[in-house]
Structures are given as structure tokens and as C-alpha cells.
């Protein structure tokens, strides 16, 4: 699926004393498939965007298309794309209410008119998919770790099969082990689904190592919109607008200015933005001559 | 060294959904400084969280003694005491507010153990200048971001005037900048002369630290400064402990074949290092 978002303005209160502007001419395309960050400190209109995609708030001006057709529309072929969008809140696992695991991601499906063998069957392969399996399908959601239910609660959306995954913060709030697991749980959904994703982020170090596309968010505009490489090779622009980089472009930034290396003729590629990257990197330079 | 809490032999268990009783502190014992600034880490399930509740009476130990500032937790008499004396914040700051006004929800506190109102007014407001959001007195709370309704949280506490500060996980659900602002006052509260313990699953948050305490299964796996305790990076990795960038990075390179010391804590330290290689 395909996701135009054409001059998009959205003006919260329009009229009246509070009024704000919340989204100010933003454009850009997505095409099928694309994994995309979406970063920009809080306030920046991050939400609000996601909340047009889908149709939860209306444009002031300009258009949100889905392969082609407004998602504003009130045709039954509009509706029936809004449904082809899955959306995970912050938090989300604050939303499970089932007896167990199974039946919570059931529930989706089942609204959807799947006969119950095969919400079931969706929903194990959902679960499978952000690795819960096994007896722990027969849990309660609520005996579970918090990176867990976050998974389950991630299970029910991807159940929905969505072609279009968008992701709140999916991270925020775990703890490192719970965050590793949210990680693999959506490389995996990434190599096994055609599946365009947006993931909103805070946390440069997983935009730097999922994501083919970053857009950053800076005021209700769309400010930068490049691969992971050329939008962390801007920061400064980024520290200006309080965000971060990653730790392993800081660090490479860092030592390629080091006095010392230019003394001894040695000259690094502070292009890494992963640790893997600067690992390999810093290997290539010192690992031969020691 | 004077210490204000003292814990001895702590042990804890909870029951389990089966009804089985499962350890949570396995005999813990340790004494903290007065005006130190102590950081616990460890992985999940590993204690930390128990033993911070335990500091302030929240639970009490099943076996072995805590001593807060001299008082014994498991002496109900004390109880209002000890919990003015070690303060706590948790990690969620919705939870934590009470009122519809910043400065009411401050002065709840104080007006609970019947601090006269003259007192009251005086400590709300140096709760509010020692967090910054003194210009937020009159807002209501839920108005503000994740990271200033934090701050309101630990005014609340510092309001009560305790010796010690309890933090856990008091970053873990706000963004970067929202992170920087609470470490910035945890600082301060320290360099003020609190004694602050800080309960976090961020190792570049422990690093400020005086001491780390890394407790794993409910034991005290390792204790020392954060040069001390970083040097041990395999151990640490193969714990599941995140590590700060340039530690991990030292680790890998290490591995990797390259002569490093041990103990670099921080960007810079590893940046030297690398440019003192032949």
C-alpha cells in the first residue's frame, strides 16, 4: 500500500482563543514495504500525524492518501483502507482485558468475521511472530513481563493483518531486556512481512539500526527526510532542535577529531551510526597495526 | 563512615499465582553513607525494586533487619518517621500526584504530619526552586510533560524534608530530555547533601554514581565504584546488563584483538585509548 500525505495542515481550535497550529504543510510518500522513523521531540506533531494516517483526525487543509484514495473519503473503499492500517498506542499493553493470551488476540480478528478456527490460526502465527508461543498462549496477559504483554499486545494488531504498522514508541518504558525483545520482534515482522512500517522513536540508536528512512519533526513541519546516514550526519541541526544522535555516530564524530589521530596520519570514516558500524570501522583502522 | 541505612541479612519472598513462595532478596546485606550517591542496577527480577521498598517500611523484611537513619522498619511506632526520613519517587508520575494544583499537591505532604502553614508556604516554595518549576506553582498537573510532572513528584517528597531519597526507575518513562532534566536534579539534590539512591536499568545513568550495586537472583553480585564495576564488562554482559556505549565498545574491540585497558568508563577515556595504539 501506498501512503501520500499531500500538504497536509491541521490547526487545532481553529477559531477559537487557543488556537494552534499543529501541522504545517507536510508532504511526503511511502511506498510499500519502506520502514520508516519518525522522530522529533515531544510536541513536535508526531502524533498528530499518525492520527491523520489513519483517520482519527480530519486535515484542516491538504489530503492523506492510501494508494490513491483520500482517507477522508465516506466511500466503502476508503474505510476499507483505514482498515489496512494498524496502529500500536504507547503503552498498548494497558489495553489487553482477555482471560489469556490466545483469546486476547483473537478478539480482532474475530470482529473482523473470522470463524474462531481461524482467528486462532492468525493470531498463533501473530504471536509466533513476536516470539510468545507455546504454553504461554494459555496465560493470563497480566502474569506476564512488561516486554511481553507489549508483544502480545503488538500480536493483536499484526493479527488484524495490516499492510501498513505504525508504531508509538514501542520501546518506551521497558527495561533493556524487554526493549531487546521489542527490537527482534520487529525485525522478524520486517523479514517476514511486507509490511511498510513507521515507527515513532526517541531512541536514536534503534532508528539507527531498523530503519531504511528517517523523517524528522521539528514544530508541525516536516524538517529533514533522508536515510538514517544523511539525517544523523546533520547533528548539529538535530542537538539544535533537542534531539540526539546516535551513540556510535557521537563517539565516531568524537574520536575523528582527536589531535592525536591526525598527527599519526590516520584518518576515520566518522560515518557509523550503529556500534556494529563503529566496531568495524575502528577494526579496520587499529586492527591491522596492533 | 556514618551510615543512615543499614541492612542486614534482608530476605524476601512473594507468593507466586501457584501459591508457591518465590525468594526475591536472598540474604542481603549492606550499609549506605550518609550524603553518598548510591546506584542499583540489575536485570529484571533480580531484587531491586523489594529491596528499595524495604528502605522506607513500604515492606517489611520477612527475615534479617533494616535500619533507616538509626530506626528499626519493623517498629510500628516508627513508621511515620522512617517515611519522612527516606523519601521515595516512582517511576510513573501520574501516579504520584494527588492534586489539581502544583503547589497543593506539594503541600499535601506537610500538612499531613501537621507542619504549621507558615512552614508549609516556606517549603513548597524551596521544593519548587530546587526542582525549577517554581513559575508552575498555580498549573494544574496533568498540563505539564512527563519530565515536569516528575519534578513536582520529587518537590513532593523534598517538601517532607527527608534525609535520604529513594529513586526507582525515576527516568524510565520519559524522553531524552525529560531523562536529562531528573538526572540534573538528582545531582544537585546530592551535591546539596542528600543521600540519593537511584534504582535504574540505564548504566550511563549509574555511572554518575559514587557506587553501583549490582544485585542478580536477590544477591549483592558486585559493589564498588563505577570505574570498579565497568571494568568488569564481561561479567556484567554475559548478566544481561546493558553497558554504557563506550564500555561495550571497549568490550568489543577487546574482543576484537585490541589492546585496551580494562577499566574505560567513558567516551573520552576510549577515544585516548585508541590514539595511544601504536
Redesign the interface.
Known amino acids: 500500500m501506498q501512503l501520500k500525505v499531500e500538504k497536509l495542515t491541521h490547526i487545532y481550535s481553529e477559531g477559537l482563543p487557543f488556537e494552534s497550529l499543529a501541522m504545517t504543510d507536510v508532504s511526503f510518500t511511502m511506498e510499500q514495504g519502506e520502514f520508516a522513523a519518525l522522530i522529533g521531540h515531544t510536541g513536535s506533531g508526531k502524533s498528530t500525524l499518525i492520527q491523520h494516517i489513519n483517520g482519527l483526525l480530519k486535515p484542516t487543509s491538504g489530503h492523506v492518501y492510501l494508494d490513491g484514495v483520500d482517507v477522508n473519503e465516506k466511500s466503502p473503499e476508503a474505510r476499507a483502507l483505514r482498515r489496512r492500517i494498524g496502529l500500536v498506542f504507547q503503552y498498548p499493553e494497558y489495553q489487553l482485558f482477555e482471560e489469556t493470551v490466545l483469546k486476547d488476540v483473537c478478539f480482532g480478528p474475530k470482529n473482523l468475521g473470522l470463524s474462531e478456527e481461524e482467528a486462532e490460526e492468525v493470531s498463533r502465527e501473530a504471536l509466533a511472530l513476536v516470539g510468545i508461543t507455546g504454553e504461554k498462549l494459555e496465560r493470563s496477559p497480566f502474569n506476564l513481563s512488561g516486554g511481553e504483554k507489549r508483544r502480545v499486545a503488538i500480536a493483536g494488531v499484526l493479527a488484524m493483518d495490516p499492510e501498513l504498522l505504525i508504531l508509538d514508541e514501542p520501546t518506551a518504558g521497558l527495561d533493556p531486556r524487554g526493549h531487546a525483545e521489542i527490537l527482534d520482534a520487529v525485525r522478524r515482522i520486517r523479514e517476514k512481512k511486507n509490511m511498510s512500517i513507521i515507527m515513532v522513536s526517541h531512541n536514536m540508536d534503534d532508528v539507527a539500526s531498523l530503519a531504511d528512512r528517517v523523517l524528522v519533526l521539528e514544530d508541525g513541519r516536516l524538517i529533514m527526510d533522508g536515510s538514517p546516514r544523511e539525517i544523523f550526519a546533520r547533528g548539529e541541526e538535530l542537538r539544535a532542535i533537542g534531539l540526539e544522535i546516535p551513540s556510535a555516530k557521537d563517539f565516531m564524530e568524537k574520536l575523528a577529531k582527536m589531535p592525536a589521530l591526525k598527527e599519526k596520519g590516520l584518518e576515520i570514516d566518522d560515518g557509523a551510526i550503529t556500534i556494529d558500524e563503529a566496531q568495524e570501522e575502528i577494526l579496520k583502522l587499529f586492527g591491522s597495526k596492533a | 563512615m556514618e551510615s543512615i541505612i543499614s541492612v542486614k541479612d534482608l530476605r524476601f519472598a512473594y507468593e507466586d ?1 501457584e501459591g508457591e513462595l518465590q525468594t526475591v532478596l536472598d540474604g542481603v546485606s549492606l550499609e549506605i553513607e550518609k550524603g553518598s550517591f548510591v546506584a542499583m542496577v540489575g ?2 527480577g533480580s531484587g531491586k525494586s523489594t529491596l528499595a521498598k524495604n528502605l522506607n517500611a513500604l515492606l517489611l523484611p520477612q527475615s534479617g533487619k533494616v535500619y533507616a537513619d538509626g530506626m528499626d522498619t519493623s517498629d510500628d511506632s516508627l513508621l511515620w518517621e522512617i517515611r519522612r526520613s527516606v523519601g521515595m519517587v516512582f ?1 510513573n508520575p501520574d501516579n504520584q500526584l494527588v492534586s489539581a494544583v502544583v503547589e497543593d499537591d506539594i503541600a499535601f505532604g506537610p500538612e499531613n504530619i501537621g507542619v504549621p502553614p507558615e512552614e508549609i508556604r516556606q517549603r513548597v516554595d524551596s521544593a519548587l526552586e530546587a526542582v525549577g518549576m517554581s513559575r508552575f506553582a498555580k498549573q494544574a498537573p496533568h498540563m505539564l ?2 519530565g515536569q510532572k516528575q519534578r513536582i513528584a520529587i518537590a513532593g517528597v523534598l517538601a517532607m524534608q527527608p534525609d535520604v531519597m529513594v529513586f526507582d526507575e525515576p527516568t ?2 520519559l ?4 531523562r536529562g532534566e531528573i538526572m540534573a536534579i538528582i545531582e544537585q539534590l546530592h551535591d546539596a547533601g542528600k543521600t540519593v539512591i537511584l534504582i535504574t ?1 540505564f548504566m550511563e545513568e549509574a555511572a554518575r554514581a559514587d557506587r553501583i550495586i549490582v544485585l542478580k537472583d536477590g544477591k549483592i553480585a558486585a559493589d564498588g565504584t563505577p570505574r570498579e564495576i565497568y571494568s568488569m564488562s564481561e561479567q556484567l554482559h554475559g548478566m ?3 553497558l554504557p ?2 564500555v ?2 571497549a568490550r ?2 577487546r574482543a ?4 585496551l585497558p580494562a577499566d574505560i568508563l567513558s ?2 577515556e ?3 585509548a ?5
Open positions: 499465582e536485570p529484571n517511576q510533560s512527563g524510565a518513562m524522553d531524552p530530555r525529560g536499568h544481561k546488563l546493558e556505549f563506550a561495550e565498545l568489543r574491540l576484537g584483538g585490541l589492546d567516551e573520552e576510549l577515544a585516548e585508541l590514539c595511544s595504539l601504536k
